[in-house]
């Protein structure tokens, strides 16, 4: 079982960036596919951006495609997500999420993450 606190998240202004960082206990980070989600108020969980397990291959929603890097350090159990140009619509309360059922994919769904982070709020200013 895996632990999961994000940081990072604040005010910032459209156009700005920022860089979230989720840091997991255990021994074990290297066997879950980390995955970033959003939810902005009265709107479901949406997926942003997950990464694989030790050979970096990565998966982005459209909308943050080209703005946001999803990355991973095994050696820190960290996954940090880098958000540049952002945009008011981008305003939501970001999960870290883990998933370690050993998929030979990369999953978007909420209901394929065991376990998630309590969430960061990040808020775009027009």
């Known amino acids: 079982q895996v632990q999961l606190v994000e940081s990072g998240g604040g005010l910032v202004q459209a156009g700005g960036s920022l860089r979230l960082s989720c840091v997991a206990s255990?021994?074990?980070?290297?066997?879950?596919?980390m995955g970033w989600f959003r939810q902005a108020p009265g709107k479901e969980r949406e997926f942003v951006s997950a990464v694989s397990r030790s050979r970096g291959g990565t998966h982005y929603a459209e909308s943050v495609k080209g703005r946001f890097t999803i990355s991973r350090d095994n050696a820190k159990n960290t996954v940090y997500l880098q958000m540049d140009s952002l945009k008011p619509e981008d305003t939501a309360v970001y999960y870290c999420a883990g998933d370690r059922s050993g998929r030979a994919f990369i999953p978007t769904t909420t209901r394929a993450y065991e376990y998630w982070g309590q969430g960061t709020q990040v808020t775009v200013s027009s």
């Open positions: 255990g021994r074990t980070f290297s066997d879950y596919v």
